[in-house]
């Protein structure tokens, strides 16, 4: 069972692993006011859909300079569909950022964005500064073996830690990521 106890524990080792960043980063989220911070976080997600976020990164960084220096996202990386989607959020993507601002339903009006589906409207709109639960992978393996579901386990920990969900959620992936859970 993933106790509070056991949470704090895992919170403790990211620390000490040098990951405290990600921690703060989760506790200081505050909701997005620039449509390129927007953009940039839709990006990420996409890129993450089904990739491991060490490998994310660098193509992310590559994606970013090409965009600066004026060319294709395909030069940069090589993935047809969301190249594509990337490439139709950065004409709309102003837009987009004041319809999302505006919606009553956030998570909803995100699911509509290409390549955003049911498990990565919850990672950009954490991404986003709203205080969410990624139910990826790991989370779900955590919270079947506890007999529970992700948003459960996570609010558990939350309301008996005092962190908020995104930092909850945090702990948990960063802590399956590297195998200690």
Known sequence: MLSASNYM???????????AKEIDWSD???PCESATDF??????????????????RKIF????NAIQKDKPISSA????????????????????FKKFRASNDK????????????ITKFHLAKNLGLD???????LVRIATKNETNPFKMCKEISEATGDR????DVVIWRAANLGLV
């Open 9 to 19: 524990d895992l919170k403790s080792q990211i620390i000490k692993l040098g990951y």
């Open 28 to 30: 200081n989220l505050v």
């Open 39 to 56: 953009f940039n976080e839709y990006i990420w997600v996409v890129l993450c859909a089904g990739m491991k976020e060490q490998v994310v």
């Open 61 to 64: 960084d590559n994606i970013k």
């Open 77 to 96: 990386f090589k993935h047809v569909g969301k190249v594509s989607a990337i490439m139709k959020m950065a004409i709309s993507y102003k837009d987009t």
């Open 107 to 118: 998570l909803s009006f995100l699911k509509t964005l290409p390549w955003i589906g049911e």
């Open 132 to 138: 969410f639960v990624k139910p990826d992978r790991h």
């Open 165 to 168: 969900l995104a930092t909850v």
